[in-house]
């Protein structure tokens, strides 16, 4: 089975210009959480989607992040236009309905290097 | 504020020793605590939990330990194997399957 993928797992793009990040979870898992670890510190919190609706977003930023989940599947998070302090390793993991505890399963993550 | 904290940014021991790693948290609605592994340029993943109304939880080489009372738990990994030098992330569960996160630890076991 599958596990989590994210893609790119590296991206290299100028300030002011536009990345889209892309998370495919696991086949069924209902959640899906976005997390960044900047700088190599602590991993934190983004937002929180089950199926297509966002249960959580206090951890973003700024209005220059925007995450979508369409249709419960795949989501995608948007930084427009990104800034030098975007930097960093996002990772996307996912994890069954609620309800039922099962730890969360995490992608390899995608590097993000604002320049 | 950080709410989960790992003091320890890296710890190095000797192959076949007990490795300890420590974490401290300050929420106590958390109900769930996980250790979570890392290689370099990969995701974290999962290694051993514990719910927060146990105190111990072993399994295999690993055993995790929670003190409610000190808001404290910890990973012993025994007897270590050079193949455990990774990060290890301490992460505790709030509301809505929300994971929060301490700093990590560097473990280095040396053959």
């Known amino acids: 089975e599958a596990g989590v993928t994210q893609f790119p797992s590296h991206s290299v793009i100028e300030k002011g210009q536009t990345v889209t990040l892309r998370c495919d979870p696991i086949s069924g898992h209902d959640n899906l959480y976005w997390y960044r670890r900047v700088m190599g510190k602590e991993i934190k919190f983004l937002l929180h989607f089950v199926k297509e609706s966002k249960q959580d977003e206090s951890g973003m930023p700024n209005n220059r992040f925007l995450a979508e989940r369409t249709g419960g599947t795949y989501s995608t998070l948007k930084v427009q236009p990104a800034e030098l302090e975007d930097s960093g390793v996002y990772f996307c993991a996912s994890s069954q309905p609620s309800g039922s505890w099962a730890e969360a399963f995490f992608g390899q993550g995608t590097r993000l290097t604002v320049v | 504020d950080q709410q989960v904290k790992q003091n320890s940014p890296s710890l190095s021991v000797q192959e076949g020793r007990i490795s300890i790693l420590n974490c401290d948290y300050t929420?106590?609605?958390?109900?769930?605590f996980l250790w979570y592994k890392k290689y370099p340029a990969e995701g974290p993943t999962f290694l051993i939990s514990?719910?927060?109304?146990?105190d111990k939880n072993e399994d295999g080489r690993f055993t995790v330990f929670l003190n409610k009372s000190a808001k404290h738990l910890s990973l012993h990994i025994v007897p270590s194997q050079p193949g455990d030098s990774a990060v290890y992330f301490c992460a505790a569960r709030g509301p809505g399957n929300m994971l929060t996160f301490g700093g990590g630890t560097r473990l280095m076991v040396k053959p």
């Open positions: 514990i719910s927060s109304i146990k």
């Open positions: 929420n106590s609605m958390f109900d769930y």
